[in-house]
Every structure is written in structure tokens, then in C-alpha cells.
């Protein structure tokens, strides 16, 4: 009798857990798992976004989770096969090498009921980056770029008001200032001293690659340093080892070359009264705004529906209609619609998209081993340009850091 119980009371164990297994996974088939790295305030505005989509009652409900270590997380669920999300935000300079290494669906799929969902209605360059080899794996949400505020007030104190007139900063400009700055006051900071160096790459008619392999220890390159080192030596770039980011918002920095998402922290300073332009640059006939895109893409995931796939396609449609909400978080919006629009003017960054110049010179790197390439440049650009360490020498350590990241990475491929 006792053993009759215990085998009744496992049964319906079984089918308890049975039941609620299906329920969770009938669930998850009617749920779209959306995986970013989106933390701190960007976060919190695009989870206002899926918020406002879920409102809308879809078929498929969006479920956002955000992860500071996405990337690491995603190579975890790829080799298990398990817990791959249904959709993802990547970077752009990640698309050349998830694509190589098979790993990203091509978005067509989720795409083919859209019939908005396509290149003209979107940024050309945020657009293109997701298309390799005629094949479109990404859908944009934005460009996220360099760019150089300057104070207004110091402009006027140090009469340099006029460099501005051409919306070109020139480095012979800010040279001018030498010695007629009170103490304590700068030119320039050193924010995102790496995307600089790389703006002046493409100012000079340089590129980061050459036929395929990585340039790092190039004319060109040397050339971009010693412009940039110009400033420093010249005693107008923020001190070696300060917070020049937060020297710019104490009002001692006449320009800070951070990212369009600063501008919601630098209008929370009381008393800094500033504006926007373009990242500094040798000639006044070129200049670059190294930038990036955050693109939607979908990772290699067989449990993925075409039902589901088609609820991708309708969230991306709501994010093109509506995401004037994103520019909140100091983005440049990829969507034609939503930068077109008189709402999207009130916002620092539509400065990027007020003419077709300003657009283009929006420059996102698509090279494959980019990313190593930009280590390889943070890690170092500092003490280039401060005269820490040997120009020639240290070029030579970039290159050799470069192809031993790529050595490495084709090893593990390879096993």
C-alpha cells in the first residue's frame, strides 16, 4: 500500500512538472528574448521602448535583458546551443567577424513583411555595416559618435569665437591660444583620445587596413599622432593622468572631444553653458567623426519560430516609427522618419544630420580585426602623445599586439 502512495505521489509529480514546463515554454514561444549591453541610462530608455511596444498588445511581447558582459555571455550560449536570444543589440564593428565565424542569422526573415524596413529609410552608413557580401544581417538603431563640445563662454573670453564660423576646428587654431590662456584653463581635454586618433587616420587619407591586414605601424598613423601631439606639447591639452572630462564641466576646457551621449550629463551642470561641432582636425577641408551603431541582429539559434521571426520584424517596424525616445539617451537615431522630424531637431546630436557633410562624415570602421586595432590604439595613444613613450617604438608594439590578438583569435577558431 505504502508503495502504491509513493508511486501515485510520483506520478503526479511528473505531471506537475510536465504541466509547468509546458506553460513556461508556451511562454517563451510567444515571447521575444532580447538580449543588450545596454546599461545605465541607456538602458532605462530603451527599456521604455519595449515598454511602450508591449503596450501596443503584439503577438510575440518583448522581453529586454541587459548584461554589461554580453559578448562573453553570447559565446557562452553559442557553444552550449542553449538560452540564445531570439534577438540581440551588437556593435558594428562586430558584425564582420560574427558573420565569418557563422554565428548571426541574416535578417531578411524577420524583415520580409516590412516593407519599410529597408536601406533608404535608414542612415547609409548605419545600414551598410550590416551588409556583408550583398547579404543584410542588421537592422540600425542608431550611430553613436565622437564629438567636440565647446563652452560658449570661454570662446568669448579668449576671443576664439571665430573658429567655429566654419564648423572646423583646425589643430593650427587651437595652436594659436598658446600662452594666452589664464592658468589652469585648457584647449582641449583628452576624452576618447583614441576615437580622435582614429578621426585623424581618415582626416589624412589614411585607413587601418591594407589588403586585408591590419596597419597600425604606418606614415599615416604617425602622422596622426604627432598632429594631435602638437596640442599636448604646446602645454593646451588637459594634464596627463586628469579627469579632463570632468575639468571640461568645472569650466576650465574651451572644447572636450567626448560622445554625443554626454550631452543629458553636461546639461545636468548647472552654469555650463556649451555646445556641439565636429572633432578637431589638421586642414579645415576634412574632418571625421569616428563613430559606431548599436544593430539589431539575430544570433544562429534553431528554436527560433518564423512566426517569431516575424514578431522580430514587426518590433524593428515600431523602433523605425518611434524612437524619438532613443535620442533622449544622446544618440544619433538611425530612422530617416524619426531625424527628419521637427521633435528630433530640439536635440544636440540632429547637428550630425543637419546636411548631407555632416552625415558623411559620420565614419564607422567596418574592418574585421577593428576592434583589436582599437585596443591596441587606447592602450597606448595616452603616452604617445603626452611623450611618454617613443613614437617609432611604440608603433612597432601596436602592430605586434595587433597580429598576436589575430593570431590568437584564428587559433581558437581553428580549435
Known amino acids: 500500500m505504502k508503495t502504491k502512495w509513493l508511486y501515485l505521489s510520483l506520478v503526479l509529480v511528473l505531471l506537475s512538472v510536465t504541466v509547468l514546463s509546458g506553460c513556461s515554454s508556451g511562454s517563451d514561444k510567444k515571447t521575444i528574448t532580447f538580449w543588450t549591453p545596454l546599461t545605465g541610462d541607456d538602458g532605462a530608455y530603451m527599456d521604455q521602448l519595449v515598454k511602450d511596444y508591449n503596450a501596443t498588445n503584439p503577438e510575440f511581447k518583448v522581453k529586454h535583458v541587459i548584461t554589461a558582459d554580453m559578448y562573453t555571455k553570447i559565446s557562452t550560449v ?24 557563422g554565428v548571426l542569422e541574416p535578417i531578411g526573415g524577420a524583415i ?37 563640445y565647446y563652452n560658449k563662454d570661454l570662446l568669448k573670453k579668449y576671443n576664439a569665437e571665430s573658429f567655429l564660423d566654419d564648423d572646423v576646428v583646425t589643430i593650427d587654431e587651437m595652436l594659436s591660444l598658446q600662452g594666452k590662456l589664464e592658468d589652469g584653463d585648457y584647449v582641449v581635454n583628452d576624452a576618447l583620445l583614441g576615437w580622435v ?28 599622432f604627432e598632429e594631435v601631439k602638437k596640442i599636448a606639447d604646446a602645454g593646451l591639452m588637459t594634464p596627463f593622468g586628469e579627469d579632463g572630462y570632468l575639468m571640461f564641466q568645472s569650466g576650465n576646457v574651451l572644447f572636450s572631444t567626448d560622445g554625443t551621449w554626454s550631452s543629458t550629463a553636461h546639461a545636468a551642470v548647472e552654469g555650463l553653458n556649451f555646445g556641439v561641432t565636429n572633432i578637431y582636425s589638421p586642414t579645415p577641408d576634412k574632418f571625421t567623426n569616428r563613430a559606431s551603431s548599436h544593430l ?8 527560433r519560430s518564423d512566426e517569431k521571426e516575424a514578431g522580430i520584424g514587426a518590433f524593428l517596424e515600431f523602433i523605425r516609427t518611434n524612437s524619438l525616445e532613443w535620442a533622449k539617451a544622446g544618440q544619433i537615431v538611425a530612422s530617416k522618419q524619426v531625424i527628419e522630424s521637427p521633435e528630433y531637431q530640439q536635440y544636440m546630436q540632429s547637428f550630425f544630420t543637419s546636411n548631407e557633410k555632416e552625415t558623411q562624415s559620420l565614419y564607422i570602421y567596418t574592418y574585421e580585426y577593428y576592434p583589436y586595432i582599437a585596443e591596441a590604439v587606447d592602450t597606448y595613444c595616452a603616452d604617445i602623445v603626452r611623450g611618454n613613450v617613443d613614437l617609432d617604438d611604440t608603433l612597432q608594439t601596436m602592430q605586434k599586439f595587433v597580429e598576436d590578438k589575430i593570431a590568437e583569435s584564428t587559433t581558437g577558431s581553428a580549435s
Open 296 to 303: 539589431f541582429a539575430m544570433l544562429k539559434n534553431e528554436d
Open 197 to 224: 586618433i582614429l578621426a585623424q587616420v581618415q582626416n589624412l587619407g589614411g585607413d587601418i587596413q591594407e589588403n586585408g591586414k591590419p596597419a597600425v605601424n604606418t606614415p599615416v598613423m604617425r602622422q596622426a
Open 78 to 101: 553559442l557553444n552550449s546551443g542553449k538560452g540564445v536570444p531570439d534577438l540581440a543589440i551588437i556593435h558594428a564593428d562586430r558584425v564582420p567577424g560574427f558573420v565569418k565565424q
Open 112 to 148: 520580409a513583411a516590412q516593407p519599410e524596413i529597408k536601406e533608404e529609410n535608414y542612415l547609409p552608413q548605419a545600414w551598410a555595416t550590416g551588409n556583408i557580401d550583398g547579404t543584410q544581417y542588421t537592422v540600425p538603431l542608431d550611430i553613436h559618435s565622437n564629438t567636440m
